[in-house]
């Protein structure tokens, strides 16, 4: 934690770490984290150097989607603790100076949320179904959806009711996407909001931020149809119905009145994929604060794309007055980078590696480590804030050979033929702690373990019987991650952040002038920028990025940390990343 979290507008250059809660850490034996262990492990995110942690959904729900599919958005999921456990969770991250962040997911509830049951006892016409997207069917006795679109999780995006109504869910079936032209649900949400703030929590993720507004009724649905697709989202499509419409601006500015009811205003980050000149409008002080950059998870370890995506971030940046640009390699939808790194670089290749079980291609693990580190300076030495995934700062690749029938990500079973995917279970297996802790080879599979978990859960339940699995799979080799030999190792990746974030801390936060930021001309294969220090010492701080296989001269300075160390005479080898402190 930086002098950062002091400020009420911490949030423009925080450190932020991701938790997915059901992967992060298990007290209770039942194979799922839960909200007490981020409490046991609060001491560890401390060492770490963040400012804050965004937890992924830890709501009541069946799971279908992970958790973002949310039966009650003011209370926790009986299975990862009580409402209690969240206020010490919270009193404790506080105690440390880290902030809280919590997931909202406004665009669908669960399809066993109260509103949406009394949806479906109200029948047609009702107010209680005008909640959500409700439409008669095509055919002679409505027996077709209203139109073909097919939802982001595979199948058709209408699902049909006993009555004959059908429902739009741009995700699951079990999903359904509520109405945002209903009063209802714009009271429902204000209310979350302000729940989560009185009981502490200092900002939020809003999920799908860019799809709330949806515009169904300008012509008929299977016209619409023909030009616009659930798929095309809010980056390659003009005047959507979907995606990015004007009219979500309103709902944010509505909920920005609640957000400054708190002292200080709580903020919110926004997921949404929207061309970069609309990035802005999101991050409006007048609404959310902040969206989420997400150029370089699109990035190939190409020095073109990679300039391309700081680039991209930095523009969108400056159109935003009182905002800042977030910086984000990995999260829980996306293959872990040193994975993506280690592949060979062309765009979609590593999906199609997944899917494949990681046999397709080679993954080199050396060369994806090299550049996991070096991208890490590379990012974290930019302004605005940083969002961390967690198992990022072990280095930890995707685990691409989960059994099939080990599953639990709905998209490897509802997307077939050329739309197929093995889904985003490969980032979210449970982290290792403990390497001593070793499972036994699996019955099933002899690269995956069973029994102990790396410390992940504990042994024995509170009442003595044996833990239960986990609810994803252990590969073997977790046991060179786990957390405790990271931590004894000095070259280790864990340690190697603890030392970046707190240089950064120290020198470079608080400091978002992005007029200030210089570009250094190393050459053609160099990604090279200058900023001021914050230490009062009028100094400059230089982070140098070496994409090309010629090992580069850097400018004379003081070193303060390197990704991978120096060769000869001070040269940066490829897929290296130094930090310097430039001579006047």
Not at 172 to 178: G, K, T, Y
Not at 217 to 236: C, I, M, S, T, W
Not at 391 to 408: K, M, Q, S, T, Y
Not at 561 to 566: K, M, R
């Amino acid at each position: 934690m930086s002098a950062n979290n002091l400020l009420n507008d911490w949030w423009k250059q925080a450190v932020v770490y991701q938790i997915y809660p059901r992967s992060f850490k298990d007290v209770n034996g039942d194979g799922i984290g839960d909200i007490a262990g981020i409490t046991e492990k609060m001491g560890y995110l401390k060492k770490l150097g963040i400012d804050a942690v965004w937890l992924s959904p830890f709501y009541p729900s069946a799971l279908v989607d992970g958790g973002y599919d949310v039966d009650d958005y003011r209370n926790v999921d009986p299975r990862l603790g009580t409402m209690d456990d969240f206020d010490e969770m919270v009193a404790a991250a506080h105690g440390v100076d880290i902030k809280v962040i919590v997931d909202i997911v406004p665009n669908h509830t669960s399809n066993r949320h109260v509103f949406f049951q009394e949806a479906l006892k109200a029948g047609r016409g009702s107010s209680a179904r005008d909640r959500y997207i409700f439409r008669e069917g095509r055919g002679k006795n409505g027996e077709l959806p209203p139109n073909d679109w097919q939802s982001l999780f595979g199948g058709p995006a209408w699902e049909r009711v006993p009555d004959g109504q059908w429902y739009f869910h741009i995700f699951a079936r079990e999903q359904p996407d509520v109405n945002w032209k209903n009063p209802d649900i714009h009271e429902e949400f204000k209310k979350t909001l302000r729940f989560w703030s009185d009981h502490g929590t200092d900002g939020f993720r809003v999920d799908v931020a860019h799809g709330l507004a949806k515009d169904l009724d300008r012509e008929p649905l299977d016209r619409l149809a023909e030009h616009y697709q659930v798929g095309g989202d809010g980056k390659n499509e003009v005047d959507s119905p979907l995606w990015d419409r004007p009219e979500v601006h309103d709902i944010y500015k509505e909920w920005r009145k609640v957000f400054n009811e708190y002292d200080p205003p709580r903020f919110a980050v926004a997921e949404a994929w929207v061309r970069p000149e609309h990035q802005h409008l999101y991050a409006s002080p007048d609404e959310l604060g902040q969206v989420f950059n997400f150029e370089l998870t699109s990035a190939l370890w190409k020095v073109g794309d990679m300039r391309r995506a700081i680039h991209d971030g930095l523009d969108a940046a400056k159109e935003t007055k009182g905002s800042t640009t977030t910086w984000v390699m990995n999260n829980h939808d996306l293959i872990r980078s040193a994975t993506r790194y280690g592949l060979p670089q062309y765009f979609a290749l590593a999906k199609d590696w997944l899917l494949r079980d990681g046999k397709t291609y080679c993954e080199n693990r050396v060369s994806g480590t090299l550049r996991a580190r070096a991208a890490a300076l590379m990012e974290m030495g930019l302004p605005g804030s940083v969002y961390i995934y967690q198992g990022e700062e072990l280095g930890l690749f995707e685990v691409a050979d989960i059994p099939w029938d080990h599953l639990e990500d709905l998209t490897a079973f509802n997307k077939f033929r050329s739309e197929s995917d093995k889904g985003r279970d490969g980032c979210r297996v449970p982290l290792p702690w403990n390497a001593a802790d070793l499972p036994q080879p699996a019955e099933w599979d002899k690269n995956f373990g069973t029994g102990a978990s790396f410390g992940f859960s504990p042994a024995v339940k509170p009442d003595g019987s044996a833990a239960d699995d986990l609810h994803l799979p252990q590969p073997l080799w977790f046991k060179d991650f786990a957390v405790d030999s990271e931590d004894e190792d000095p070259g280790s990746m864990l340690n190697f952040y603890r030392a970046a974030l707190k240089i950064r801390a120290m020198l470079l936060t608080a400091t978002g002038d992005y007029e200030s930021i210089a570009e250094l001309d190393l050459g053609p294969d160099v990604i090279a920028y200058s900023r001021p220090t914050v230490d009062k010492h009028d100094r400059w701080f230089a982070s140098i990025t070496n994409f090309g296989a010629k090992p580069i001269t850097m400018p004379a300075g003081k070193i303060l940390l390197t990704s991978s160390g120096l060769i000869a005479a001070g040269k940066l080898p490829q897929d290296s990343s130094a930090w310097i402190l430039l001579k006047k």
